[in-house]
């Protein structure tokens, strides 16, 4: 039998010495240490607190108060987080990979760049039972059940994670990654999904009134029974086509790419330029390491496709639409991505450099105006490339790329901008 009745819990304080070797015993045991203990921190108080970097992954903080707490970059992959209290903490860039959430308070926490992939964040509620057996629901200091009210998940990974049935009204996912993620009964009125990834999104009987998704991407998204009263879908891309279909080229896509091919090995003496502009190019054959040089795409749509490894010198992509596409170890040299969207884009070791046909010529790539928000780059080359305006927040880069790129005018978030500024 459930009571109603509500026994408050009583939670331990903690000092910071105290955590600090929590921590450490924690740490030792989850890299197999001599003396290391799992953190146990069920239904603590760390409400204010400093945790920045530390790895609680596997830890137990069920029911644990987190309120405010200085939370960045942390682990908690895993992690046992029934029924937390994170309200106003600060969880940028913080991992919770298959962390248990259910139950958990998130209102007007900041989980910008977090990594909640296969997270579970449904309903959910503490219980204990008295003498006589009977199960009572724990008071935990805040209204509700699963909630994410009012929190910032700017190009935060929600990939798979389980939201059935939570409360996210007003939160911000922009630019985040919600792919094949489930919102079932769940309410997100007025909440932001500009331009984030909702491939494969379960919305079946949410409440999503006033929500905007405008350039969000929604192939294969389910709103059975959904409410979509003032939902705002301007540029949305879904299942329909996003510009001019393959199918009106009016040649097979495989041939097209064939004869492309055979142009560029002859240097166009032989073969076809390929022109896929203002195409929606998602129906394409498998593209990774192809020969593309001097493709013609621009304002083309290649959402999510697999240009890992090709050879795209010279292409001229302006305008198009990249975003979550695989170009790792892509040949970009001499490229046009002027006003292209790249965001969440895996560009890690691409070259950006100039292109250089014959001796005493040479064509920079061009980014100018690019959006990269959210995109890994690491190990790219940028030496020479124009990136007036271009668009890095969130932005997974190293700190020798930064030498390279002209930052003058360019869109940054506050964690590049304190990384480009000088230390005293």
Known sequence: MLSTAAPKVQRKKFSHAELASVVALHERYRTGKPGGVRAMLAFADLSGMALAGANLTEADCTGASFRGTMLSDCVFDRAQLFGCDFREADLEGASLVRADLRGACLRGANLTRANLIQADLREGSLTQKDKAGNLHALKLGHVGAAELNDAKLEAANLSEANMDGMSASHADFTDAILRDCKLARATLQKAKFQGANLAGADFTGANCTGASLAGAVLSGVKFASTVLDGVDMTDAVTDKPAGKPLAELGVPPDELLRRHARWAETGGAQGALADLSG???????????????????????????????????????????LRDCKLAGADLRGVNLAGAKLTRADLRDCDFGPLTPLPGRSFPANLAGAVLRAADVRGAKFAGATTDGIDLRDVQIDDGQLAEIDFASATLDARLKARLTPTA
């Open 279 to 321: 195409v929606d190019c998602r129906g394409l054959p498998p593209l990774r390491g192809k020969l593309l040089v001097g493709l013609r795409a621009e304002r083309a749509t290649l959402v999510g496709l697999d240009l890992s490894g090709c050879q795209l010198q010279g292409a001229k992509l302006a305008g198009a639409d």
